[in-house]
């Protein structure tokens, strides 16, 4: 079924009486990043490597590294993550997150090494 201006019942075009795009009128005011308009209300979204709050509206870092993206060493930085590889090894240049070239392994026990490459992941 349609409405007066040929929409879906329930559907408002942006010109009819009464119609609010509250991200319009309050930009950058409603949500931590992306404001969506719906029918009478909007959302609020997040970018790549963040999640939306408890509150609905403003969006937190995600903590990629809880879920080991790297094979030796991984440090998050807001909305990403860097990779990292221990001494006498490098980070693949086909993946960006896998150490290899073990020239000096490390020991089960030993204090680690110094960091030597690293990789930041951008979304």
């Not at 030796?72 to 490098?90: D, F, I, K, L």
């Not at 086909?94 to 990789?119: F, K, M, N, R, Y």
């Amino acid at each position: 079924m349609e409405g007066a201006q040929g929409l879906p019942s329930g559907q408002a075009h942006c010109s009819s009486p009464g119609y609010v795009n509250e991200c319009q009128r309050y930009p950058g005011r409603l949500c931590g990043h992306k404001c969506e308009n719906t029918l009478g209300s909007y959302l609020c979204s997040c970018s790549v490597g963040f999640r939306l709050s408890a509150d609905g509206r403003s969006c937190e870092d995600i903590n990629e590294c809880s879920s080991s993206p790297c094979s030796q060493e991984c440090a998050n930085v807001y909305g990403s993550y860097q990779c990292y590889c221990r001494r006498g090894y490098q980070l693949s240049d086909v993946d960006g997150v896998t150490c290899e070239g073990a020239d000096a392994p490390v020991a089960e026990g030993e204090a680690p090494p110094s960091l030597a490459a690293t990789q930041r992941h951008s979304f």
